[in-house]
């Protein structure tokens, strides 16, 4: 399996570049909303899966997007063998469990500070709550031979600002098919919680030159500030959360190295002596179970982990968990580390309310160390608030699972952010060398510095 991959990546690579796909949301036509088609206005496809590189659908489902002066409609088809499965309550924690439409929007793409309203709806019409934006919408849904669809009637008000002319939003429409193990994403396919694969919506009276459109967006990309780095130009990086000050040679090879908080100092001093930058591990969100109540941290915490048990998550509106973070940060870079791996930042997927406070977080330790390395490790719904914050990014688990298996994730989180100059890394675990080689091809083919860990992390590079 890894051979004929590899084989792939030399011949043909993987890279692309992030596109800009633009759709039109022009004037509902007359009548009632909610019916089977809008007449007259275009219809796009949903039809690529969220594997990387993306593949056409077995199931496509298609939609239509359009306004009046109250409200944004959005009326799809979805097609399908099976009945649709609708299962699920509004607060069910696992309501992706049933056939949905997923709708993602930005109503301004250019101000970080901006929300992702991210609303889901199963084949009843039942509008889910959990992990979903709090926005009040109207959902109608029904069948039809060989599938089912669904049209949102979303009011313009506080959380969503009545657009003008020629506003520019962004939109990602998701179906989700679990009886056929597939989940398609318009406009380009990927993870449906990518801030990176975003299409544009543009209001209009008329529709008009796509060329044109797609022109004047690619305009306002490139117009937007680049993101200064530390970082630019490394070639290098590892980390190691091993003790053993026999590594200090192996180590030095590398630009940059993350080191586990309770690392000997002796190999710190080592490493940036000979020129290597060290920056600590320094959790934002997660904290061993049996740490958090030995320091009494319970109250501060929002639970626990469901992905690692012994672990909690922690609320970063908390006032002692930010006293704790930068009383940390201080010791750390007193004991001469250069800067910051910040983990924990994933727990927005679980409370997607927390990501202005986590931006805050890391906003507020920028601020109190300006001159410190940061690395945000993974946290991608939040980053659209902290890239301008950050050194570098990393995203582990891009090319391996934790079993060591190949696993093809979508790359796209990082795009806006490395086109502006952010620095991009990758970080996996191997089981074998022909496992290494192949997922450092693939993380270079991608344009990421890769570091891929043979074994465990706590094992010498």
């Not at 509902?28 to 990387?52: D, F, H, K």
């Not at 109503?107 to 709090?134: C, I, M, Q, S």
């Not at 006032?319 to 800067?339: H, I, K, M, S, T």
């Amino acid at each position: 399996m890894l051979r004929i991959l590899l084989a792939l990546l030399t011949l043909g690579g993987l890279a692309l570049a992030q596109r800009v796909v633009v759709a039109q949301a022009l004037p509902r036509p007359q009548g009632p909303w909610g019916v089977e088609s809008y007449p007259g206005l275009p219809v796009y496809s949903l039809r690529l899966t969220t594997t990387y590189p993306p593949e056409t659908a077995r199931f496509p489902g298609s939609f239509q997007v359009a306004y009046d002066g109250e409200a944004l409609y959005v009326l799809a088809r979805l097609e399908q063998e099976a009945p649709p499965k609708a299962e699920r309550g509004p607060d069910d924690p696992e309501w992706w469990q049933d056939d949905t439409l997923e709708v993602f929007l930005r109503w301004d793409p250019f101000d970080e500070e901006a929300p992702d309203l991210h609303l889901a709806v199963n084949p009843k019409g039942v509008r889910f709550r959990r992990y979903t934006a709090p926005l009040s919408y109207e959902a109608r849904t029904g069948t039809f031979p060989g599938g089912w669809w669904a049209a949102l009637r979303i009011p313009f008000g506080e959380a969503l600002p009545p657009p003008k002319p020629g506003s520019l939003w962004q939109l990602k429409v998701g179906r989700g098919h679990p009886s056929a193990q597939e989940y398609t994403l318009w406009p380009m396919g990927g993870s449906f919680h990518s801030p990176g694969n975003y299409g544009y919506l543009v209001f209009l009276q008329a529709p008009q030159d796509l060329e044109a459109l797609t022109a004047e967006v690619r305009a306002r990309e490139a117009a937007l500030p680049p993101i200064p780095s530390h970082l630019q130009g490394l070639k290098r990086w590892a980390l190691y959360y091993g003790g053993d000050p026999k590594t200090l040679a192996r180590l030095r090879a590398y630009d940059l190295v993350v080191l586990a908080r309770e690392a000997p100092l002796d190999l710190v001093r080592g490493l940036k002596e000979g020129g290597t930058k060290v920056v600590a591990y320094l959790p934002l969100g997660v904290v061993p179970r049996k740490e958090a109540e030995a320091r009494g941290w319970q109250h501060a915490a929002l639970g626990p982990n469901p992905y690692a048990p012994d672990a909690l998550l922690m609320d970063p509106a908390s006032p002692a968990w930010r006293a704790y973070v930068r009383a940390e940060a201080a010791r750390l870079l007193a004991l001469g580390f250069e800067g910051f791996f910040l983990d924990g930042l994933d727990l927005a997927d679980l409370y997607p309310e927390k990501i202005p406070a986590l931006a805050a977080l890391v906003r507020g330790l920028r601020q109190a160390e300006p001159g410190a390395l940061f690395l945000q490790h993974r946290g991608f719904r939040v980053l659209r608030r902290t890239a301008r914050y950050l050194d570098g990014v990393v995203y582990s688990g891009l090319s391996l699972d934790a079993a060591g298996r190949p696993s093809l994730a979508d790359p796209s989180p990082v795009w806006p952010f490395r086109s502006r100059g952010l620095p991009a890394l990758s970080l996996d675990v191997a089981p074998s060398l022909e496992a290494r080689a192949w997922a450092e091809q693939r993380a270079l083919e991608l344009g990421f510095v890769p570091y891929v860990a043979l074994g465990r992390l706590t094992d010498p590079p």
